[in-house]
């Protein structure tokens, strides 16, 4: 007979199954510290890359530090481009531009409903939809950040923004999505071989200060642990619910 103890209808959580899943949580909790223990490992070295990391602010030390191949580098500066591209449709002048193209198509679907008798019925429905139809885009060739220029590919370009929609006929449209010219920010690179170290991170609006903070944070070991506690949970529960006769003989 089972020791009596918590009767939730479908199930019943025993006394012995209490005192069983403690240790299952104790074992469960110590793997968590021994991952993220690991976790922070990782972040430590991480951060020691940032924490060594000289920041420039001035084009004069920006162009000593590509120069006798310092290293690692917060940069603090404009972000520019050199040649501008555009699509003859749009007004204006952009870093980078994407054109996508859409279809208004019709399609069919299957749809099941019941009646108040509680009886099906299956239809065909058509509805129509904007769909992707392809895409093209422009990007400069050449950016400048703090004074000095550059390949394009040399920096990470802010996030595109929606420019405008213009519809060629009543089932054909393009979307404009566009960089500006001009930002600034703060990038974390290479200097080395007189140069930046390719797709350079840009960190738009962002001090130098502001972006180590952001860089440093341990958003990662914080996931994680709420991440491990939903798994415990979910174990724990997943051992209530299912028949544990075995621990009462």
Known sequence: MKNRGFDFGDFEITKR?????????????????????RISNYILDRNEKYNKAIKIESSELFEYGMRTDVGY???????????????????????YIEKIEEHYNMHTRTVTTTDSKGKTH????????????GSEEQ?????????????????EFPSTEHIDTIKESSHIRHKYYG??????????????????SDNSSFYENSTIEETVDYLE????????????????GLCVFGFYYIDNEWIEN
């Not at 580098?73 to 204006?92: C, H, M, Q, R």
């Not at 341990?218 to 506690?229: G, P, T």
């Open 17 to 37: 199954e209490i005192l069983a899943s403690i240790s299952i949580i104790a074992m469960m909790l110590l793997i968590g510290f021994v991952i993220s223990g």
């Open 217 to 232: 944070s341990d958003w990662e070991l914080w996931l994680f642990w709420v991440i491990w506690i939903i798994v415990i």
């Open 73 to 95: 580098a917060f940069v603090y500066g404009d972000l520019k481009a050199v040649d501008t591209v555009s699509y003859p449709e749009i007004n204006g002048e952009y870093m």
């Open 139 to 155: 990007r400069c060739s050449e950016i400048t950040f703090l004074g000095h220029i550059f390949p394009s590919n040399k920096v």
């Open 122 to 133: 299956t239809k065909t429905e058509t509805y129509w939809s904007w769909d992707y139809a």
């Open 179 to 196: 960089v500006d010219t001009e930002y600034i920010g703060t990038i974390f690179t290479e200097l080395r071989d007189k140069t930046i």
